[in-house]
């Protein structure tokens, strides 16, 4: 079996635990904990069948946008073997734990998906729908609107089942969460140097002007489902009030590593994998503090790659 696609991805992610630096020992412990607490979640039916169906639905987004199918179509010793292999490692530790519990069968439904997902062939690409939309959106959020176009197909059909479920306990909840993964892939693409500059002086004001304003986006977004779902289950408002600050931190850091790595008119076709992670700890309310420790971190690093640009 030809390896070499796991072999990149080895060395991408210490390429990134070194860039985390000591960030990276809290990484590991909290994942060693998110580990652990899925133990639990696998004992209780519904849970497992959420978690297991939250993995491979990852599995397939990241199918859907990565840009290689084609040349590991042409290229790779055993196309379908080589992607399974892969989904399959990085999922491990997350579905590993439902083998001591009585839900042991998800992992092996786990398994089963994850080996149909690389036959999809299916790439999302940008198309020039919804002309207008930029009267909804400011044309200074083209990361939304651009990636709103290229992923209407996913994105439309996800939030209408979240508002139609809204009055469903955990559902609309786990909706709003792949939602939030669909949206960390409209920032992929570096706008150019002029684009950067414009109507900013300086990359603290940049930064901050782009979180905010792309923050208040994400929570005009979620509103409708999390108000409708918070009445239908008041004894959720914590839990629904921790899962939008879980989706903004995971938003900031999905910018800031952007910009961390930000090269003009480049895709940055490498940062799906650590988003991916990162995301998994923001499907978690109370492993809040994993996104923000982690978008501090790039947040420094994105002022200092900018700094060039201005």
């Known amino acids: 079996m030809d390896t070499t696609l796991l072999f990149i991805r080895k060395r991408q992610i210490i390429y990134e635990l070194k860039q985390l630096g000591f960030y990276s020992v809290i ?8 580990i652990y607490y899925t133990y639990y979640l696998y004992s209780e039916q519904v849970f497992a069948f959420l978690l297991t169906f939250s993995l491979a639905m990852s599995c397939l987004a990241y199918q859907s946008f990565r840009k290689d199918k084609s040349f590991l179509y042409l290229h790779s010793g055993n196309y379908h073997k080589s992607l399974y292999l892969e989904y ?3 999922t491990f530790p997350l579905i590993m734990m439902s083998l001591f519990t009585q839900q042991w069968y998800c992992f ?19 198309r020039t729908l919804f002309r207008n939309i930029s009267k909804i959106i400011p044309p200074s959020d083209f990361e939304w609107i651009s990636g709103f176009r290229r992923t209407y ?18 559902i609309p909840l786990f909706l709003l969460w792949y939602l939030t993964l669909v949206i960390s892939s409209f ?37 409708p489902v999390l108000v409708i779902n918070t009445a239908f289950n008041f004894n959720f408002l914590i839990l629904n009030l921790g899962l939008m600050l879980s ?15 930000y090269k003009p008119d480049q895709i940055q076709y490498g940062n799906n994998l650590l988003v991916i992670l990162v995301s998994l700890c923001a ?25 060039e640009y201005f």
């Open 27 to 34: 990484l590991i412990a909290i994942c060693a904990g998110i």
């Open 88 to 90: 399959s490692i990085f």
């Open 108 to 126: 092996f439904i786990l398994q089963a998906m994850l080996a149909v997902i690389p036959f999809s062939k299916v790439t999302f690409r940008q």
């Open 153 to 170: 197909a996913q994105v439309i059909p996800v939030y209408l089942l979240a508002l139609g479920l809204s009055f469903v306990k955990i």
């Open 187 to 223: 920032y992929n693409e570096c706008e150019s140097v002029m684009i950067l500059r414009e109507g900013n002086d300086s990359s603290v004001t940049f930064l901050k002007q782009k979180i905010q304003s792309q923050s208040i986006l994400l929570i005009l977004f979620y509103l």
């Open 247 to 261: 989706q903004l931190a995971l938003l900031i850091f999905v910018i800031c590593f952007k910009y961390s790595n």
């Open 283 to 307: 499907s978690i309310p109370v492993l809040l503090p994993v996104p923000l420790i982690i978008a501090l971190k790039y947040y420094s690093n994105a002022k200092h790659n900018l700094k």
